[in-house]
């Protein structure tokens, strides 16, 4: 759902818009407003995809509580935090997850890396430091060359520091990422039909025909997920976008001139014509209280395979694997991308 879209309805109930549905968050006397959720094709109180997980069994907790979702963050409430073996989240009920429920007891964990209090590049400073030299950060908006706005709408921020907009983490602080507030993404999928020896498409056992797309293994984690990388500020997303397939998924980095031109042209072919099919906030493990990954997705399909369909593919840069998958809902995927693939799958009318 496109940001600025709103939805009315009775309280507790989720409609369809636009291909997506958003939801309230609801108790018998209350409207949890400002706790909003975008993901694509969700139906009340059923996780999308063919394999039962925690989701599910989050939103039926949710709900025997009076509250309606669905879905809250799972993934970013998980232990320990990514690259690290002994920093353990505070625990969050499920019920206690979105802001507007009172929770006196919680004391989320402060951590953020120790790279990121390095100050590189790509990351703010202490907002601490920064208050003591009178600065402030914009947020909610356009900071310079840095977008600090978030796809779902505007966010609260208390005594100058951003709150995550889809609830509690168990963790304050930035944790392994850079910005404070919105950290912006954007991941390409890139799909082709899968065809046997004949150059025929082959069909599932549901009588449609069966997409791949390009994964990637995460050399942080070994999970398998949609090549994407960090949008750099100032930078367009479709810039990004190209950017981070060559970069993991055709290791253009170690390439000759050449060869770093012939893999431009095939690129530049295919993600001429994409389709979006996400944005917003993602359910990754490295989000905080304050500081949480939203995406951008796009959907790049290769309908005879004659671009990248043909290219050799090549793992670099942040991955250390890659290959042609095929969607369906019983993969094991990072973070929230199993909800893109379900998408892309609806819109192709392909088999899951």
């Known amino acids: 759902m496109r940001e600025g879209r709103e939805l009315e309805g009775e309280a507790g109930k989720g409609r369809r818009e636009g291909g997506a549905f958003r939801y309230w968050y609801c108790t018998p006397n209350s409207v949890f407003s400002n706790i909003q959720s975008y993901f694509p094709f969700v139906q009340e109180t059923q996780y999308m995809g063919n394999k039962a997980t925690a989701v599910a069994k989050t939103v039926a907790t949710a709900q025997s509580n009076g509250i309606a979702m669905s879905k809250v963050h799972v993934k970013a409430r998980h232990s320990p935090y990514p690259r690290t073996e002994d920093v353990k989240r505070s625990t969050v009920p499920d019920d206690k997850v979105p802001w507007s429920v009172p929770f006196p007891d919680y004391k989320p964990v402060d951590y953020t890396s120790p790279g990121i209090l390095k100050g590189p590049v790509y990351a703010d400073a202490d907002i601490g430091q920064l208050k003591q030299k009178g600065i402030t950060l914009s947020f909610n908006t356009l900071d310079g060359k840095i977008n600090r706005c978030s796809h779902s709408g505007e966010y609260t921020v208390c005594d100058g520091i951003p709150r995550n907009p889809q609830g509690r983490t168990g963790l304050k602080g930035r944790g392994c990422l850079g910005r404070w507030g919105p950290n912006h993404a954007a991941d390409p999928i890139v799909t082709r039909w899968k065809r ?24 942080d984690n070994g999970q398998w997920a949609i090549p994407g990388g960090m949008v750099d500020a100032g930078e367009v997303i479709t810039a990004t976008l190209r950017r981070e397939f060559s970069e993991e998924a055709m290791n253009c980095l170690e390439k000759s001139q050449q060869e770093k031109d012939q893999i431009e042209e095939k690129v530049k ?17 490295r989000n905080t209280d304050n500081a949480w990954m939203e995406t951008v ?26 290959k042609w998958t095929e969607l369906s809902g019983n993969l094991e995927l990072y973070a929230s991308h199993i909800d893109f693939l379900k998408t892309v799958a609806e819109r192709h009318n392909a088999s899951w």
């Open 269 to 285: 072919k295919l993600f001429d014509n994409g389709v979006e099919v996400y944005r917003g906030y993602v359910d990754d493990p």
């Open 196 to 219: 046997n020896e004949q150059n025929e498409v082959i069909k599932g056992s549901d009588g449609k025909p069966i997409l791949e797309f390009v994964s990637v293994q995460r050399k």
């Open 297 to 322: 997705a796009l959907n790049f399909h290769d309908p005879d395979g004659t671009s990248v369909g043909q290219v050799e593919l090549e793992a670099g840069d942040d991955a250390q694997g890659v």
